[in-house]
């Protein structure tokens, strides 16, 4: 089985400050690693994705995120937070189950940008 | 311009009415899939499909119904909404299965059901 938790909820930034968004999966398979961004009212855009390659992945929008399997994480961060940034993540594992291939979501984490 | 497109976009509706919304992809891929979106749960998988005339369920299919007739589309069918089924609904496609590949999400479809 798999699972992606996403450990923030809500997390909330000034302006110009660093960003983090803490996410923790479980695989039994060698897995692929997402992030989607979801802005107010639009679908899902594809940040960055770690498919056994480098294990720290650059994104969108000065977005990146690493990759470490001892700890089995893969936290988004970004070093100055803008007010676009404001937005839904989603951490999404991606793997080989039993059933085939399959995606898991996280729950999510809401990020308010202050002035 | 590559996308994928789902219709309706909102949409209210009484128990027991039957309901397709519909989703379209541009970007001849293979795979295809349904998910709705609840608070605090991020996306769950409805039904996936492989390839045409190849579907299977994923972790919420019951009280939907899908098909996979053609490339192109793939209609998500409510026989007889109920409540429960209000969300926000998002078809995706992917090139293959393949799990390192990304989904292209459409822009959602918001469901009511009173």
């Known amino acids: 089985a798999q699972s992606v938790t996403q450990l923030d909820s809500h997390v909330s930034v000034s302006e110009g400050t660093p960003v983090l968004l803490r996410c923790n999966y479980s695989?039994?398979?060698?897995?692929?690693l997402f992030w989607y961004v979801q802005h107010p009212n639009k679908g899902l855009q594809l940040l960055l994705k770690?498919?056994?390659?480098?294990?720290l992945v650059k994104g969108i929008n000065g977005f990146e995120a690493e990759f470490k399997k001892s700890e089995t994480s893969f936290h988004l961060t970004k070093p100055s937070a803008h007010m676009s940034d404001a937005a839904e993540y989603f951490c999404?594992?991606?793997?080989?189950?039993?059933?085939?291939?399959?995606?898991?979501f996280g729950g999510g984490t809401r990020v308010l940008v202050k002035p | 311009e590559a996308q994928v497109t789902q219709n309706p976009r909102y949409l209210i509706t009484v128990t027991g009415k039957k309901l397709t919304v519909t989703c379209s992809q541009n970007?001849?891929?293979?795979?295809m899939s349904w998910y709705r979106q609840d608070p605090g749960l991020g996306l769950r998988q409805i039904y996936y499909?492989?390839?045409?005339?190849?579907?299977d369920k994923g972790d919420v299919p019951e009280g939907y119904k899908v098909s996979r007739k053609e490339k192109r589309n793939f209609p998500l069918i409510l026989e007889s909404p109920s409540p429960n089924q209000t969300s926000l609904y998002f078809c995706?496609?992917?090139?293959?299965?393949?799990?390192?590949?990304?989904?292209?999400f459409g822009p959602g479809t918001r469901l009511t059901v009173t």
């Open positions: 970007m001849n891929h293979e795979y």
């Open positions: 499909s492989m390839n045409v005339e190849v579907t």
């Open positions: 770690y498919t056994s390659a480098a294990t």
């Open positions: 995706a496609s992917s090139r293959t299965a393949i799990h390192s590949y990304e989904q292209y």
């Open positions: 999404v594992v991606s793997g080989v189950t039993a059933a085939g291939n399959k995606l898991t």
């Open positions: 695989s039994s398979y060698s897995p692929s």
